[in-house]
């Protein structure tokens, strides 16, 4: 009966959508924006350890610190984001009391947060290019554009996929800074599925039911799971 409730109450798929809907809205930035840096900074020649070092340094910061800095910066006319719209005429979005005020504010966390992992795996995947290949380059006339676009981006498809299945599992498993900085609101309009379980199980106490949404949302990650490994498996069979 747990199972049926599940599998016909409103509120599950609702915050199922919100964290599919945060799953769109993060997974291009995450996937696309490390690429383009971790590139920029294996170019640089001098200072490249600092660039890295920076890069990184966001993702080894606890999640209660990172949302507790953004929500300071979030605060109305104080908060250093809310007045840097200001400074460009622009009006800042209600961060904690309107639906799409709440999706920038954590979408805009995330991506600052979680940078440094897809880009530590980009860097360490270029570093595994052959200098050698960029020197055959340079001697066929081939500029620092065509060097990327002809022998670094399509050298590190394998990375992007990974990065791409790693990054989706991740997002669908939010919970941390929806949880903190907006508690799910407002009115439970940004609220991820894992917070749906957490609220029915240990505040609402109905461990059976909690218990039953938790393995349909395995079960649907699983299934995503193995739907990417039989893309993934069917491409490398048509390269071969």
Not at 11 to 28: E, G, I, K
Not at 71 to 98: H, K, Q, R, V
Not at 123 to 147: F, H, M, N, R
């Amino acid at each position: 009966s747990n199972y049926a409730d599940v599998l016909t109450n409103g509120d599950f798929w609702a915050s199922m959508w919100h964290s599919v809907l945060f799953t769109l809205l993060t997974t291009p930035l995450l996937v696309l924006l490390p690429l383009m840096f971790a590139v920029f900074a294996s170019r640089i020649s001098r200072g490249r350890w600092f660039f890295r070092l920076a890069f990184f340094a966001p993702y080894v910061v606890p999640s209660a610190a990172v949302c507790l800095i953004f929500a300071f910066m979030y605060t109305p006319e104080t908060g250093l984001i809310t007045n840097a719209f200001g400074w460009f005429g622009l009006t800042a979005p209600d961060f904690f009391g309107s639906t799409s005020g709440a999706w920038f504010a954590v979408v805009l966390l995330t991506v600052w947060w979680t940078f440094g992992f897809n880009f530590i795996l980009y860097t360490a995947a270029i570093q595994e290019i052959s200098e050698e290949v960029y020197e055959a380059a340079k001697l066929d006339g081939a500029g620092p554009w065509q060097q990327i676009r002809l022998i670094t981006i399509p050298l590190l498809r394998p990375t992007m996929g990974l990065v791409l299945i790693l990054q989706v599992l991740s997002s669908l498993k939010v919970f941390d800074q929806i949880y903190i900085l907006l508690a799910g609101g407002p009115a439970y309009s940004t609220r991820p599925v894992i917070q749906y379980i957490f609220d029915t199980g240990f505040s609402s106490y109905r461990g059976g039911y909690a218990a039953a949404a938790t393995m349909v949302y395995f079960v649907l990650l699983v299934l995503v799971s193995a739907g990417w490994f039989l893309v993934r498996r069917r491409s490398n069979s048509a390269n071969a």
